[in-house]
């Protein structure tokens, strides 16, 4: 860290942050916006039908990087708030409360394509499969959080509340998934499983892989856009803010 | 030191509050009744057959344990909290940890074990045998102290919130799952004819894990709502 030329702890201040995200998010968005229409585009006329399923097969294309990003932002949720927590970091706060509601959508996505996808495959909409159940549990994780943090009005006190909940809820994720799936295999629901499919097609797998990384930095711009917003409510009484009038016109026109 | 010891401290807390408990007691009735209202519901509900009953018998109970301390959860620091007692209780030399420990203690003691002392009477009536009862008598004593420790986490964030009792439902019964799953399988298995003992040592390792970090849990969370 002390060879790098960058300080990083200068971005740790919002009015430093503030314009550096500004200055990325185009190019995350461009990024996000070309990556998608390529998966998009191998995932539905490159790729072949799949010899079992035909074409149902291609929600998966979204579904599995949604379920990824569900579960990885719950983590990176929980990692941000705890870090505002401990060293009373404020970017880092606003960072965890603009990752919830993305992370939400993406768990909620994998919920619905899910669903639309076991129609077909298992000809039921839902399973008490142990991955759905412990993704529905993921979710109510999820609305938990922001729900506490829009019920507290000192921003403080929401940051924090919200750390001690995040930790809590990461520390209860993998003694939640294992009591699921061993429920499941008691209870014998769901007959199909998802485990044995068969190996996928290179060109399957690199739609795929497009895909997840178009969620990816999806999730960056998505996010950042998010943090300049917070940020500008947060600190719209800060001298940086006031004295730069140009910053707020900039963020009337957008 | 000055002060009390930390176990005479201890003590006093319990104490306070049982005794506060029993100068409210129509509370710590409601949420008994709560609970058996709600158990006597489902067969109304579903329907008088024995075997459907006997079935659905373990998710019922556990599920209204889970409501029932619900509704308990806003006292364990709410009166504390209005009247300044729990600042005060803060400001002591002793570690918090321990205070909320003895609280949460008090609130299991008066809440939930009177759940647990009337739950064998209400598997009767979904036609338990006397085997399955002594299962789901063991299974909420070692299952019901972890609903009151994860609870008391939930009731310590939302501490003074406009919605706080809507709020606290929402952050904790996604965290009750584990409970309710080793909780009623312990029970079901009984019912079914397997064995009963993995899913009570698993409530037993639930609770000590909970007994080691709820509380300090809480004591952080306390400690951001009281500021």
């Not at chain 2, 100068?23 to 067969?43: C, E, G, K, M, Q």
């Amino acid at each position: 860290m002390s060879k790098s030329k960058i300080n990083w702890y200068k971005y740790a201040a919002p009015a430093n942050f503030y314009p550096l995200a500004g200055k990325v998010l185009p190019w995350f968005t461009g990024l996000a916006i070309i990556l998608f229409a390529a998966g998009l585009y191998i995932g539905f006329f490159v790729a072949p039908p799949d010899f079992q399923q035909g074409n149902s097969y291609r929600i998966i294309y979204i579904h599995v990087p949604a379920a990824w990003m569900g579960m990885l932002l719950y983590v990176l949720l929980a990692i941000y708030s705890g870090l505002g927590w401990a060293f009373n970091a404020r970017l880092a706060s606003m960072m965890a409360s603009a990752i919830a509601p993305t992370g939400a959508i993406f768990t909620f996505l994998a919920l619905v394509t899910g669903a639309l996808w076991g129609r077909p495959a298992w000809g039921v909409y839902w399973v008490w499969d142990a991955r759905m159940t412990s993704t529905l549990i993921l979710m109510f994780l999820y609305i938990g959080f922001i729900s506490l943090q829009s019920s507290i009005d000192d921003t403080r006190r929401a940051d924090r509340a919200g750390a001690v909940l995040a930790i809590v809820g990461v520390i209860n994720v993998p003694i939640i998934y294992f009591s699921v799936q061993w429920w499941n295999t008691l209870h014998q629901g769901a007959t199909i499983r998802l485990g044995s499919r068969p190996s996928m097609a290179p060109i399957m797998l690199a739609a795929m892989l497009i895909m997840t990384a178009a969620c990816w930095v999806y999730s960056i711009a998505v996010v950042l856009a998010r943090l300049r917003t917070i940020i500008l409510e947060r600190e719209s009484e800060a001298p940086w803010l006031a004295e730069a009038p140009a910053l707020q016109n900039n963020y009337a026109v957008e | 030191m000055n002060g009390p010891s930390i176990l005479s401290m201890f003590r006093w807390v319990v104490w306070r509050d049982l005794l506060l408990a029993w100068r409210r007691r129509s509370d710590v009735l409601a949420t008994l009744f709560f609970f058996i209202i709600i158990v006597s519901l489902f067969p109304l509900g579903i329907g008088p057959e024995q075997e459907l009953l006997r079935t659905i018998a373990p998710g019922v109970v556990w599920v209204a344990a889970l409501l029932a301390s619900m509704l308990a959860l806003g006292r364990t620091f709410g009166n504390d909290y209005q009247d300044g007692t729990l600042e005060q209780l803060m400001l002591t030399p002793q570690p918090l940890y321990l205070i909320v420990l003895a609280k949460v203690l008090a609130q299991w003691l008066v809440s939930e074990v009177p759940l647990v002392l009337v739950a064998p009477v209400l598997g009767l009536q979904f036609g338990l045998s006397q085997n399955t009862l002594a299962v789901m008598t063991v299974s909420l004593l070692l299952g019901t102290p972890v609903l009151s420790l994860i609870g008391s986490i939930g009731a310590a964030l939302t501490l003074g919130l406009r919605s706080a009792n809507v709020l606290v439902a929402l952050l904790v019964l996604p965290l009750y799952i584990p409970v309710l799953i080793f909780g009623a399988g312990a029970i079901e298995a009984t019912v079914s004819g397997g064995e009963a003992q993995p899913f009570l040592l698993l409530l037993g390792a639930t609770l000590v894990l909970a007994l080691m970090f709820a509380p300090w849990a809480t004591a952080a969370a306390l400690r951001i709502s009281v500021e």
